[in-house]
């Protein structure tokens, strides 16, 4: 066909007005920019609340934190939104309360060994009880990982993704039974005692009954154990990726399964592995979530779930310290949108955020680019 | 071509016409209660929000959990008009939403008229400029609406009353839908543009949003009548057999004339593969839209009759975890199948819904949510195409294409098809 003697396009009016990609940017600035705004008037009214709102978001972020690297990992490995995550680490949140409220595990260095501080026997039955709902989430979670999705390794991923919503019910619903956990909310019996310090002219102990003295920064022990126990993890986790051969095989399956296969290495044991691991993660996330809400009930992981999944996403899905700091962010938006736009919106702000990373940044913060889509 | 019916209509036809007569029997002389006719009347929601859904996912391969969302748009517009009719004897709710439905329509046709001809422009920057536009259109509405307000009620009021309660709920239900096609418009124009599961999660994020929305209707946009989390009541309850079987009917009629064109071809084929859709000039953006935007203008209506069968509506009917249930009727009934999906429905509200609630003892009630999972999961593992996969009744199968006299042999003729066609049509 010869194109010469095609009528020439006639120019579109105003086409040097809308091309380009600059009204979404536009769109994106002002958005930003009535957030800011809004930050900074509220930080200008009352300093000591935004940072007691950040406090609070930090504890938050902390917890999603634990369940968002379980989504990374498994979701950087198969490519799979384990929907069901999100209820392992409500089966976390169960598990350590019967431990706790019903066989008394958190007691029993001090029933054993006489004569042990009482600090230290909590101390250690905590972890003992953490390590419990840990191993628990684990073994479940290999468990459903054998029985749902690998039959559907190679079927669409979409059905993989539809049998993980079948599971996510399945556990909440079987969780709901009476002689399972409970249809209602229950109240979460804390290991320890709570203890909360002001800040004011340096750190003092809140006594039983004082009320916080105005202008001053509260803090309790539940956000100091929150914040070491899951840097720890972090800690631990990122040795046993970066150090380990398992670890090593981990980052080789999600790289390129063809070629880890190739090489030697048995993939599916090594997703069964990041599955169990995952689980861990979202079980002691379970237990500090609920210590620190004190409340829990058999459809509390299906927000914190979602919330934790887009905290991957916004670190870039399948990056381990995107899914940190991603979770960190999210706890501080979760909070701050809950204290200064309105606290029943900060479900939608969280997915509000979803979607513009996914618009303006699909790879998240410190996702690689999309080699090819799978 | 031959003119009229062809026996397949013919038998579809009848069939309907057949199937309400019998319902209409059994509900007016009474022998199915109260109970079994709300059922009925769900379960022909269910199959028209379903329908619109196995369209968006089951055709044209976009897994949505959006559709509740929209479902209780419609549902929540469409009984705000009828409410403001029966309770406040005006047409403001009416007149506004139509006006402002009308405008920011028009608004959106013309400027996506022009701004198909641009190039390089981001599906944001797009987003951006519609929703200029189209908030302007809103505006202009609804002044435009506030003196005909006064002029169309005094017109309704000289209607037999039994007339102008019906003409207000129609243009409700219809209303609702149209609001619910113009919002997936406009939610769908960034979104679309996603992967098939991160779409899938922004959805969901649309149902729980639209679900905090509806919570907060009374504190945070003054719809007093509304009531926000407490639930609306005093709708008129004006869905019967009649209106669920009409819009039910037409849902499929035109669902099966939309997948029988070429533009239904197309859709289809941006399931099958999206790079080949492209290769082969289709425009994968715009029939994901259109898809996207029909599917939930069948929400939107299911929304709006279901407000008006029971009278009430809470938020709590429209949680995120509800937006699962018409994707288990699609996966159940075919992803891809029509009278799957209509089976299927009705299947989920009579047994699920009616049948298990009367037949299992008191507390094993709590047992339906761990077998229906489960029911699932063997699904997926089992018949991943769902229970009737493609199957559809002759009248809502796809002709097949008329065999031109030249090809002899109907297995070259498929073999050699690409070679054909390029011979044939290329150029």
Redesign the interface.
Same mark, same amino acid.
């Given at each position: 066909?010869n194109t010469a003697s095609m009528p020439a396009r006639r120019p !579109?009016t105003g086409?040097w007005l /809308? #091309?380009? #990609?600059? =009204?979404? #940017?536009? @769109? !994106?600035g002002l958005v930003l920019a009535v957030i800011v705004w809004k930050l900074t008037v509220s930080v200008l009214a009352g300093p000591t609340i935004f940072v007691q709102q950040l406090i609070n978001g930090l504890q938050l972020g902390f917890v999603y934190a634990l369940i968002a690297l379980g989504y990374t990992m498994v979701y950087g490995i198969v490519r799979l939104?384990n929907f069901a995550h999100g209820d392992v680490f409500m089966v976390g949140a169960f598990i350590s309360y019967y431990a706790i409220a019903q066989f008394r595990l958190h007691e029993w260095p001090g029933r054993l060994f006489t004569g042990m501080a009482p600090a230290a026997s909590i101390a250690i039955g905590t972890v003992t009880v953490m390590v419990l709902s840990m191993v628990v989430c684990a073994v479940m979670a290999v468990v459903i990982e054998r029985t &749902?999705y690998k039959? !559907?390794r190679d079927? =669409? #991923?979409?059905?993989a %993704?539809?049998?993980a919503?079948? /599971?996510? @019910?399945?556990l909440?619903? @079987?969780g709901?039974?009476?002689f399972v956990f409970s249809?209602s909310f229950i109240t979460y019996v804390r290991p320890f005692p709570v203890r909360t310090w002001y800040i004011l002219d340096g750190i003092h102990l809140l006594e039983a009954g004082q009320t916080r003295p105005d202008g001053s920064i509260t803090f309790s022990n539940i956000l100091v154990i929150i914040i070491v126990v899951s840097l720890l993890l972090l800690l631990l986790l990122t040795v046993f990726v970066r150090r380990t051969k398992t670890g090593k095989a981990m980052r080789a399956v999600a790289f390129d399964k063809p070629t880890a296969r190739l090489m030697g290495i048995d993939v599916s044991r090594t997703i069964s592995v990041t599955f169990a691991v995952g689980a861990a993660l979202a079980g002691a996330g379970g237990m500090l979530y609920a210590i620190a809400f004190s409340s829990i009930v058999f459809?509390m992981g299906?927000i914190p779930g %979602?919330k934790a999944?887009?905290a991957a996403?916004l670190g870039g899905i399948g990056s381990l310290p995107g899914a940190f700091l991603g979770a960190l962010i999210m706890g501080q938006a979760e909070t701050l949108a809950g204290a200064y736009v309105?606290s =029943?919106?900060r479900?939608?702000i &969280?997915?509000?955020l %979803?979607?513009l990373v !996914?618009?303006?940044r699909?790879r998240g913060l410190f996702g690689e680019p999309e080699r090819e889509?799978a | 071509m031959r003119l009229g019916f062809n026996r397949s209509t013919a038998v579809f036809m009848l069939g309907c016409a057949v199937v309400f007569a019998v319902f209409q029997f059994l509900f007016s002389a009474g022998i199915l209660n109260d109970f079994w006719y709300t059922l009925v009347r769900i379960g022909a929601v269910m199959a028209i929000v379903s329908i619109g859904l196995n369209l968006i996912y089951g055709f044209n391969g976009q897994f949505s959990l959006g559709q509740w969302g929209f479902y209780a748009i419609g549902a929540y517009a469409a009984a705000d008009i009828t409410y403001r009719w029966t309770q406040l004897h005006n047409t403001s709710g009416l007149m506004v939403l139509l006006l402002a439905v009308l405008f920011s329509g028009l608004a959106i046709l013309l400027l996506g008229k022009y701004l198909n001809q641009v190039r390089g422009l981001d599906a944001m920057s797009a987003f951006a400029i519609y929703l200029l536009f189209v908030v302007l259109a809103i505006l202009l509405g609804a002044s435009v609406a506030r003196p005909l307000i006064a002029p169309t009620t005094a017109l309704l009021n000289a209607l037999p009353e039994a007339v102008s309660g019906q003409v207000v709920f129609f243009l409700a239900v219809s209303l609702g839908g149209l609001i619910a096609a113009e919002v997936s418009f406009m939610f769908g124009l960034p979104i679309l543009t996603l992967g098939s599961d991160y779409f899938g999660i922004a959805t969901l994020g649309f149902t729980i949003i639209i679900k905090v929305l509806l919570d907060n209707t009374d504190t945070m946009f003054g719809l007093t009548e509304m009531k926000g989390a407490r639930g609306m009541v005093g709708i008129p309850k004006e869905t019967n057999w009649f209106w669920v079987f009409f819009f039910l009917f037409v849902v499929v009629v035109v669902t099966r004339n939309i997948l029988h064109s070429s533009t239904g071809r197309a859709i289809v084929s941006v399931r099958e593969d999206e790079t080949a859709a492209k290769a082969m000039g289709i425009d994968v953006a715009q029939m994901k839209t259109l898809t996207f935007v029909v599917g939930s203008l069948f929400a939107g209506l299911a929304g709006g009759l279901y407000a008006h069968t029971n009278g009430f509506l809470h938020p709590q009917n429209f949680n995120f975890i509800r937006s699962f249930d018409p994707m288990i009727i699609i996966v159940f009934g075919g992803l891809g199948s029509i009278t799957g999906t209509v089976i299927a429905s009705f299947a989920w509200a009579l047994v699920l819904e009616g049948v298990l609630r009367i037949v299992l003892p008191e507390g094993f009630e709590t047992w339906r949510f761990v077998v229906y999972p489960l029911l699932l999961l063997v699904m997926m593992l089992l018949r991943p195409k769902g229970l009737l996969g493609t199957y559809e009744i002759p009248f809502l199968r796809a002709a097949l294409p008329k065999r031109r006299k030249r090809e002899t042999n109907s297995t070259s003729g498929v073999a050699q098809a690409p070679v054909g066609t390029s011979t044939g049509e290329g150029g």
């Amino acid at each position: 066909m010869n194109t010469a003697s095609m009528p020439a396009r006639r120019p !579109l009016t105003g086409q040097w007005l /809308v #091309r380009g #990609r600059w =009204p979404g #940017r536009l @769109f !994106l600035g002002l958005v930003l920019a009535v957030i800011v705004w809004k930050l900074t008037v509220s930080v200008l009214a009352g300093p000591t609340i935004f940072v007691q709102q950040l406090i609070n978001g930090l504890q938050l972020g902390f917890v999603y934190a634990l369940i968002a690297l379980g989504y990374t990992m498994v979701y950087g490995i198969v490519r799979l939104i384990n929907f069901a995550h999100g209820d392992v680490f409500m089966v976390g949140a169960f598990i350590s309360y019967y431990a706790i409220a019903q066989f008394r595990l958190h007691e029993w260095p001090g029933r054993l060994f006489t004569g042990m501080a009482p600090a230290a026997s909590i101390a250690i039955g905590t972890v003992t009880v953490m390590v419990l709902s840990m191993v628990v989430c684990a073994v479940m979670a290999v468990v459903i990982e054998r029985t &749902a999705y690998k039959p !559907l390794r190679d079927a =669409p #991923r979409i059905s993989a %993704l539809i049998t993980a919503i079948g /599971v996510s @019910f399945f556990l909440e619903y @079987f969780g709901a039974l009476d002689f399972v956990f409970s249809p209602s909310f229950i109240t979460y019996v804390r290991p320890f005692p709570v203890r909360t310090w002001y800040i004011l002219d340096g750190i003092h102990l809140l006594e039983a009954g004082q009320t916080r003295p105005d202008g001053s920064i509260t803090f309790s022990n539940i956000l100091v154990i929150i914040i070491v126990v899951s840097l720890l993890l972090l800690l631990l986790l990122t040795v046993f990726v970066r150090r380990t051969k398992t670890g090593k095989a981990m980052r080789a399956v999600a790289f390129d399964k063809p070629t880890a296969r190739l090489m030697g290495i048995d993939v599916s044991r090594t997703i069964s592995v990041t599955f169990a691991v995952g689980a861990a993660l979202a079980g002691a996330g379970g237990m500090l979530y609920a210590i620190a809400f004190s409340s829990i009930v058999f459809w509390m992981g299906i927000i914190p779930g %979602l919330k934790a999944f887009i905290a991957a996403v916004l670190g870039g899905i399948g990056s381990l310290p995107g899914a940190f700091l991603g979770a960190l962010i999210m706890g501080q938006a979760e909070t701050l949108a809950g204290a200064y736009v309105s606290s =029943p919106m900060r479900d939608a702000i &969280a997915f509000t955020l %979803l979607i513009l990373v !996914l618009l303006y940044r699909p790879r998240g913060l410190f996702g690689e680019p999309e080699r090819e889509k799978a | 071509m031959r003119l009229g019916f062809n026996r397949s209509t013919a038998v579809f036809m009848l069939g309907c016409a057949v199937v309400f007569a019998v319902f209409q029997f059994l509900f007016s002389a009474g022998i199915l209660n109260d109970f079994w006719y709300t059922l009925v009347r769900i379960g022909a929601v269910m199959a028209i929000v379903s329908i619109g859904l196995n369209l968006i996912y089951g055709f044209n391969g976009q897994f949505s959990l959006g559709q509740w969302g929209f479902y209780a748009i419609g549902a929540y517009a469409a009984a705000d008009i009828t409410y403001r009719w029966t309770q406040l004897h005006n047409t403001s709710g009416l007149m506004v939403l139509l006006l402002a439905v009308l405008f920011s329509g028009l608004a959106i046709l013309l400027l996506g008229k022009y701004l198909n001809q641009v190039r390089g422009l981001d599906a944001m920057s797009a987003f951006a400029i519609y929703l200029l536009f189209v908030v302007l259109a809103i505006l202009l509405g609804a002044s435009v609406a506030r003196p005909l307000i006064a002029p169309t009620t005094a017109l309704l009021n000289a209607l037999p009353e039994a007339v102008s309660g019906q003409v207000v709920f129609f243009l409700a239900v219809s209303l609702g839908g149209l609001i619910a096609a113009e919002v997936s418009f406009m939610f769908g124009l960034p979104i679309l543009t996603l992967g098939s599961d991160y779409f899938g999660i922004a959805t969901l994020g649309f149902t729980i949003i639209i679900k905090v929305l509806l919570d907060n209707t009374d504190t945070m946009f003054g719809l007093t009548e509304m009531k926000g989390a407490r639930g609306m009541v005093g709708i008129p309850k004006e869905t019967n057999w009649f209106w669920v079987f009409f819009f039910l009917f037409v849902v499929v009629v035109v669902t099966r004339n939309i997948l029988h064109s070429s533009t239904g071809r197309a859709i289809v084929s941006v399931r099958e593969d999206e790079t080949a859709a492209k290769a082969m000039g289709i425009d994968v953006a715009q029939m994901k839209t259109l898809t996207f935007v029909v599917g939930s203008l069948f929400a939107g209506l299911a929304g709006g009759l279901y407000a008006h069968t029971n009278g009430f509506l809470h938020p709590q009917n429209f949680n995120f975890i509800r937006s699962f249930d018409p994707m288990i009727i699609i996966v159940f009934g075919g992803l891809g199948s029509i009278t799957g999906t209509v089976i299927a429905s009705f299947a989920w509200a009579l047994v699920l819904e009616g049948v298990l609630r009367i037949v299992l003892p008191e507390g094993f009630e709590t047992w339906r949510f761990v077998v229906y999972p489960l029911l699932l999961l063997v699904m997926m593992l089992l018949r991943p195409k769902g229970l009737l996969g493609t199957y559809e009744i002759p009248f809502l199968r796809a002709a097949l294409p008329k065999r031109r006299k030249r090809e002899t042999n109907s297995t070259s003729g498929v073999a050699q098809a690409p070679v054909g066609t390029s011979t044939g049509e290329g150029g």
